[in-house]
């Protein structure tokens, strides 16, 4: 068969993890020789930017974003897309030195946007950092939180922390700083975020 159409409904859904990525590759081979048109449906946007030339972005029958897997990635316009992708995202309304989270608390960034729109910060989680005690010096934004998870993610560790602040926030850290630190699950914590490693993106 040759189609000029290949619809592509959830294609790794029923699969794990090790056998969905051994897939994903088969499949991005495959696309990459195809001639046709291929319309992938999927609720991981891992699975969306590593398979597709384009991202459609929707939510409640909407487009939120229309773009490259490169632009969605380093731009993505929505919390859910930002949050399955590895980052911290959180939503406010932009101030004149950042952004006023809809949890209550505030975002410093080094680029601020105009007063009065609605944003997304994004953070990657290497970029926050933790401490036992409340930090001094050079980062404009510090929390008080409460750790609630540790997860392996390869040679790294990924920390949820919780915080009345800005609502959850993901640390990525060695499992050698986690140990000089001990962290684990309730441990009370500090997240600082430098202003020049926060992303503002308009909605």
Do not use: Y
């Not at 972005?57 to 969605?72: I, M, S, T």
């Amino acid at each position: 068969a040759q189609p000029r159409l290949l619809l592509l409904d959830e294609p790794l859904a029923a699969l794990d993890q090790t056998t969905r990525a051994r897939v994903r590759h088969t499949l991005r081979t495959h696309l990459a020789s195809f001639g046709g048109v291929c319309l992938i449906v999927t609720h991981d946007p891992v699975e969306a930017v590593s398979l597709a030339d384009r991202v459609l972005v929707l939510a409640h029958g909407r487009a939120l974003q229309d773009a490259p897997p490169a632009e969605v990635t380093r731009n993505p316009r929505s919390p859910w897309v930002a949050r399955m992708l590895g980052r911290n995202a959180w939503q406010g309304t932009t101030t004149v030195d950042g952004l006023k989270l809809a949890a209550g608390g505030s975002v410093m960034v080094a680029d601020p946007a105009a007063e009065g729109a609605e944003a997304l910060a994004i953070v990657a989680p290497e970029a926050v950092a933790l401490h036992r005690e409340q930090p001094a010096g050079s980062p404009r934004n510090v929390w008080p939180g409460t750790v609630r998870e540790v997860t392996a993610a390869g040679s790294r560790l990924r920390v949820l922390v919780t915080s009345a602040a800005v609502a959850d926030v993901v640390a990525e850290i060695t499992p050698q700083a986690a140990a000089e630190l001990g962290i684990d699950d309730g441990t009370p914590v500090w997240c600082s975020v430098k202003a020049t490693e926060i992303t503002l993106v308009t909605l």
